[in-house]
Every structure is written in structure tokens, then in C-alpha cells.
Nanobody, 125 residues
């Protein structure tokens, strides 16, 4: 599956951004989807994930209550609404797809089979 992330940019602290990830090439509903981020000099970290049908969501503690992941299976899209952004949210955000037959949402890198190219999010203080 091919993944294309978009929607990043420069925003002031406290602001909002909405990231989008377009998927193509395979049956979208075969995949749990997630967003990861990587800041300079840091390891890639899980941000949020959503099950194939959208009923189950997982969030990193650092973004819980501020970020919301959603998906539109009719459009093969996954979104990340980011509110109350902080400078520490600055990173390259990538979407990822995990081929799975379960309703589990993985919160580590390894299960994810496909990755998008990433979109830069910069939050100024």
C-alpha cells in the first residue's frame, strides 16, 4: 500500500493542524493505521493508532486529550487532528499501515508494514 501524508506546517503554540494520509494500492480496511513522529536526534515514536473499522483508538500519553485520530474507509484516508500544539510536538509525522486480521492497534514500529514519507510539523513558542 502506498501512503501519502500531508497537512504539516508552521504553527504557533496553542494552535491546531490537521494531518491527512491518503492510502492506495490495497484494501484499506485490511490495515490498522497509525501516526508516528520523529524529532531531530530522537527515535521515532508512536503518536496515535486506529483499528481497521475505526472503533478502537490508541494514543501516546503525551498527546492524549489533544490529538484525535480518525479514518474514512470510503475515501481511504486517515487523519490526525492536533489541537493545543506545543513546541515539543515539533517533528516529522508519518503515517503507517499494519496488515492485520485483528482489532488490535499496535503502538510500536515493528508491526507496521508500510510507511509514508512524512510531513513536517513545527510549533513555535
Amino acid at each position: 500500500v502506498q501512503l501519502q501524508a500531508s497537512g504539516g506546517g508552521l504553527v504557533q503554540a496553542g494552535g491546531s493542524l490537521r494531518l491527512s494520509c491518503a492510502a492506495s494500492g490495497r484494501t484499506f480496511t485490511d490495515y490498522a493505521m497509525a501516526w508516528f513522529r520523529q524529532a531531530p536526534g530522537e527515535e521515532r515514536e508512536f503518536v496515535a493508532g486506529i483499528s481497521r473499522g475505526g472503533s478502537r483508538k490508541e494514543y501516546a500519553t503525551s498527546v492524549k486529550g489533544r490529538f484525535t485520530i480518525s479514518r474514512d474507509n470510503a475515501k481511504n484516508m486517515v487523519y490526525l487532528q492536533m489541537n493545543s500544539l506545543k513546541p515539543e510536538d515539533t517533528a516529522v509525522y508519518s503515517c503507517a499501515a499494519d496488515f492485520t486480521v485483528t482489532g488490535v492497534v499496535a503502538t510500536t514500529n515493528l508491526p507496521y508494514d508500510y510507511w509514508g514519507q512524512g510531513t513536517q510539523v513545527t510549533v513555535s513558542s
